[in-house]
C-alpha cells in the first residue's frame, strides 16, 4: 500500500486492488487520525477470553442518567438516557453530543455503554445512550422490537436532538448490532448526516456470514443461545399483541439467529424471510456512500464475525473510513493492561477520535 493511504494497527494485508467508490463532488483526503496500537491483555489469551472478560470487567458504576421517554412518530416510544459523570468537570452547554447505541439485548446499562460516556465526558463531550424498542427495561407497544438494519429511530432521535441543540456537532458511536445500524444509517443518509463523525465497534458486516460462523461452533452456539433465550423471553412477553403475525412454535423452538430471524424478526419487520433481511440490513454494502469521518474498529479474530467478511476493499477505497482493525481483541474485547488496573482500548479510542473530530482535541 502506498505510504500515506491508510493508519493502520494491525496487521492485515489490505491489498493494492480498491473497488470503485460512489462519486463524491468532494473528496476528502486520507483521515489523518493514527489509532494508538493495541496491545492485548497478556492475561487473557484468545478471541474468547476477550469476549467474555470485556462483559464482566468494565465497571458499572460512576455514571448517571437522566431518562427521557419519546413517542415515536407511529405511536411507540423510545427511553433516551442523558449521561452525567458525578465528581468530574461537567462539559458546557453548548458542548458536542453524541449518541450511543448499544448492541443485540443490550441496553444504556451495557458496560460499554458506560464506559463510553465516562470517556466522552472526560474530554468534555457530552452523551445520551439510546435503549433500541423492548431494551430500556419495558415493553415496547407495538407488535415489533428492533433490528440490525432499523435506521428509523436513530434517525429520528438525531434529528429531535439537533433541533434542541441547534449549532451542537453532534456524533454517534454504536456497538456490535449498534454498530451495524450507525453505518447502515451513515450510507443511506451520506451528506445529509445528522453526525460530524462516528465510531463503530465490533462491527457485523454480514449478518448472514456472522450467522452461520456462530452455528459452525460449538461455542459459537453457546453465544447464541443467550441471545436467542433472551429474544424469545421478549416474544412471550409480548405473544398477545404479536398474534398470528409469527409461527409462536417456531419462534421459540429457534435455536440460532437463522431460525429466530426467520421466524420473527423478518416477519415482524416487513423482509422477505431471513435472507432478504441480512441482505438488506448488513452494514458491509453502505460503506461506499458514508461521508462523514468514521473510526472502525475491529478484531480479525472476533468469533461473531468471519474474518473474510471484513470488507476490505470498500473500507481502503473511502478515506471517510478510517480503520483500527487488530489481529486480536474479540468481540466488544480489547482490554489491555493489568488483572488489577484493565484498560477498555476500543472506548478510548472511540473518544479520543470524536473529540478530535468534535472539539478539535490532537
Not at 83 to 95: N, Q, T, Y
Not at 274 to 280: I, N
Not at 294 to 318: E, G, M, S, Y
Amino acid at each position: 500500500m502506498a505510504a500515506g493511504r491508510r493508519h493502520w494497527t494491525g496487521k492485515l494485508d489490505w491489498g493494492m486492488q480498491a473497488t470503485q467508490r460512489t462519486p463524491h463532488p468532494s473528496p476528502r483526503a486520507p483521515h489523518p487520525f493514527t489509532p494508538t496500537p493495541f496491545r492485548p491483555a497478556w492475561w487473557l489469551p484468545g478471541a474468547h477470553a476477550q469476549t467474555v472478560a470485556g462483559r464482566y470487567l468494565r465497571p458499572r458504576t460512576g455514571v448517571r442518567y437522566r431518562r427521557e421517554r419519546v413517542d415515536t412518530p407511529d405511536g411507540d416510544f423510545l427511553d433516551l438516557d442523558f449521561a452525567a459523570v458525578p465528581g468530574r468537570p461537567a462539559p458546557p452547554a453548548e458542548a458536542p453530543l453524541v449518541l450511543v447505541v448499544h448492541g443485540l439485548e443490550g441496553s444504556s446499562e451495557s458496560a460499554y455503554v458506560l464506559e463510553t460516556c465516562r470517556k466522552l465526558w472526560d474530554r468534555g463531550i457530552r452523551s445520551v445512550a439510546l435503549n433500541f424498542r423492548s431494551c430500556s427495561g419495558e415493553p415496547n407497544r407495538l407488535p415489533r422490537f428492533y433490528h440490525a438494519g432499523d435506521t428509523g429511530d436513530i434517525a429520528f432521535v438525531l434529528d429531535l436532538l439537533a433541533a434542541r441543540n441547534p449549532g451542537v456537532a453532534l456524533g454517534a458511536v454504536g456497538f456490535s448490532l449498534g454498530a451495524n445500524v450507525v453505518l447502515k444509517y451513515l450510507g443511506e443518509m451520506g451528506d445529509s448526516a445528522r453526525v460530524r463523525a462516528a465510531a463503530a465497534i465490533s462491527i457485523p458486516f454480514d449478518l448472514g456470514a456472522g450467522a452461520d460462523y456462530l452455528d459452525a461452533s460449538v461455542t459459537g452456539r453457546l453465544y447464541t443461545g443467550v441471545f436467542v433465550r433472551s429474544l424469545q423471553e421478549k416474544f412471550r412477553q409480548k405473544r398477545h399483541l404479536i398474534g398470528e403475525a409469527c409461527d409462536e412454535r417456531r419462534v421459540l423452538g429457534a435455536r440460532s439467529f437463522r431460525e429466530f430471524d426467520d421466524a420473527a424478526t423478518a416477519r415482524l419487520h416487513g423482509f422477505d424471510g431471513v435472507d432478504d433481511y441480512y441482505g438488506r440490513s448488513s452494514s458491509a454494502q453502505f460503506l461506499p456512500r458514508i461521508r462523514v469521518p468514521t473510526l472502525l474498529v475491529h478484531a480479525i479474530d472476533d468469533p461473531f464475525v468471519p474474518p473474510d467478511a471484513i470488507p476490505r476493499d470498500a473500507i481502503a477505497a473511502n478515506p471517510a473510513l478510517v480503520p483500527a482493525i487488530v489481529e486480536r481483541g474479540g468481540h466488544v474485547g480489547f482490554i489491555s493492561g493489568q488483572p488489577w488496573e484493565p484498560e477498555f482500548w476500543a472506548e478510548a479510542e472511540a473518544a479520543r477520535f470524536i473529540a478530535g473530530e468534535l472539539a478539535g482535541e490532537g
